[in-house]
């Protein structure tokens, strides 16, 4: 079970941002030092709502930036999964492909 917490505005804009797929103002997010980890109330990251959303430019910087790709969400979701149940097939493709990458790389 995810602990509550208090959304800070960066991080409340950060998920405005993957929400609408708004790549160059996560950039901007960046300078104020948020952090790509951070989940909301249901346990969702940006990471996780940019996938469901469709937004490969996102999930990519936020991957490259750090992002958990096995955080999972109260539901037991991960990012893939929710591109995956809203088929977002270019960012199921691209996370898929990713995570191989890595899983090579070890």
Do not use: P
């Not at 708004?22 to 909301?40: C, E, F, P, R």
């Not at 929710?82 to 996370?95: F, G, I, K, P, S």
């Amino acid at each position: 079970m995810l602990e509550s917490l208090n959304v800070r505005d960066e991080q409340f804009r950060l998920f405005y941002a993957a929400l609408r797929g708004a790549k160059v103002y996560m950039q901007t997010l960046n300078i104020l030092g948020w952090s790509v980890n951070h989940y909301d109330y249901d346990g969702r990251t940006a990471l996780g709502i940019a996938a469901s959303e469709g937004h490969l430019e996102c999930v990519q910087y936020l991957v490259h930036h750090g992002a958990n790709l096995e955080h999972k969400d109260c539901r037991g979701n991960t990012a893939l999964d929710d591109a995956r149940r809203e088929n977002r097939t270019e960012v199921v493709n691209w996370l898929e492909k990713y995570a191989q990458t890595l899983s090579e790389a070890k």
